[in-house]
């Protein structure tokens, strides 16, 4: 059990090293990057501008709230407006990048495994249509999900457990890509997600570090696909 999980971050760290070192893998991942920035930035200027007129119309109406306690509320807002804003920017650009986020699993599956990439197809238009049906297929099991975490989110106790689902999902989302290319279905990919939880955990605890670093959670898309095709060719399961 401890070695899958080790597995799990290993293949985090040698998709981090794939990208840095392969150009193509760089360059591709350029787009999903910029995507992010981009929608990010705009949404995070929607939002505060949307935020201080939210806040400004409490304040008129609660004379007396002390300015420490109108501060605590202001950040805390923020706070939660700047996690749903990256979470939802993560759901638009994974559904907006699938072209290109199904050739940097393809790539990485070629340089990490020729032998393993013969067994797969790869039908260019037809895959891509599969990815965007699937997703929205997961779109809705992630706004329930979604919806459970946010309110269990509340709790601190079982905060800590809100968040690594968060990231667990994020995880399944980025070995997704890999799965199309066997051309598996929803219900075949949610059970093989279920078998291989353990590595899958130790991915999803790098992904959570990493999204905490400031800058470098830009990269946050590449990498979970870079990553995770690296813990598929490791796992190398007869599917």
Same mark, same amino acid.
């Given at each position: 059990?401890?070695? #899958? @999980?080790? %597995?799990?971050?290993?293949?985090?760290?040698?998709? =981090?090293?794939?990208?840095l #070192?392969? #150009? /193509?893998?760089?360059? *591709?991942?350029?787009?999903?990057?910029?995507?992010?920035?981009?929608?990010?930035?705009?949404?995070?200027?929607?939002?505060v501008?949307f935020?201080?007129?939210?806040m400004d119309?409490?304040?008129q109406?609660?004379?007396?709230?002390?300015?420490?306690l109108?501060?605590?509320?202001?950040?805390?807002?923020?706070?939660?407006?700047?996690?749903?804003?990256?979470? @939802?920017?993560?759901?638009?650009?994974?559904? *907006?990048?699938?072209?290109?986020c199904?050739?940097?699993?393809?790539? /990485?599956? &070629?340089i990490?495994?020729? &032998?393993?990439?013969?067994?797969? /197809?790869? %039908?260019?238009?037809?895959? /891509?249509?599969?990815?965007?049906?699937?997703?929205?297929?997961?779109?809705?099991?992630?706004?329930?999900v979604?919806?459970? =975490?946010f309110?269990?989110?509340?709790?601190?106790?079982?905060?800590?457990?809100?968040?690594?689902?968060s @990231?667990?999902?994020?995880?399944?989302?980025?070995?997704d890509?890999?799965? &199309?290319?066997?051309?598996?279905?929803?219900?075949?990919?949610?059970h093989?997600?279920?078998?291989?939880?353990i590595?899958l955990s130790? *991915?999803?605890?790098?992904?959570?570090?990493?999204?905490?670093?400031?800058i470098l959670?830009?990269?946050?898309?590449?990498?979970?696909?870079?990553s995770?095709?690296?813990?598929?060719? #490791?796992?190398?399961?007869? *599917?």
């Amino acid at each position: 059990m401890y070695l #899958k @999980f080790i %597995q799990g971050i290993d293949s985090f760290f040698e998709g =981090l090293k794939l990208l840095l #070192k392969q #150009k /193509t893998l760089r360059n *591709l991942s350029l787009i999903p990057m910029l995507m992010a920035v981009v929608l990010f930035t705009l949404g995070l200027i929607s939002g505060v501008m949307f935020l201080d007129q939210a806040m400004d119309w409490v304040i008129q109406r609660n004379h007396d709230t002390s300015f420490v306690l109108k501060t605590f509320a202001y950040l805390v807002s923020f706070v939660l407006l700047v996690m749903g804003l990256y979470i @939802f920017v993560l759901t638009i650009v994974s559904i *907006l990048s699938i072209p290109v986020c199904t050739v940097l699993a393809r790539k /990485t599956i &070629e340089i990490k495994d020729q &032998e393993l990439l013969k067994t797969m /197809t790869d %039908q260019g238009f037809l895959t /891509t249509l599969r990815m965007i049906l699937v997703s929205l297929q997961k779109l809705i099991i992630y706004f329930v999900v979604a919806m459970v =975490l946010f309110v269990i989110s509340f709790f601190p106790v079982v905060a800590p457990i809100a968040l690594y689902c968060s @990231f667990m999902l994020l995880a399944f989302d980025a070995i997704d890509y890999s799965l &199309e290319l066997k051309a598996m279905s929803l219900r075949e990919r949610i059970h093989y997600c279920i078998r291989h939880w353990i590595p899958l955990s130790g *991915l999803a605890i790098c992904l959570m570090g990493l999204a905490g670093v400031p800058i470098l959670n830009i990269l946050f898309l590449p990498v979970a696909v870079i990553s995770a095709s690296v813990l598929f060719t #490791k796992l190398k399961e007869p *599917l």
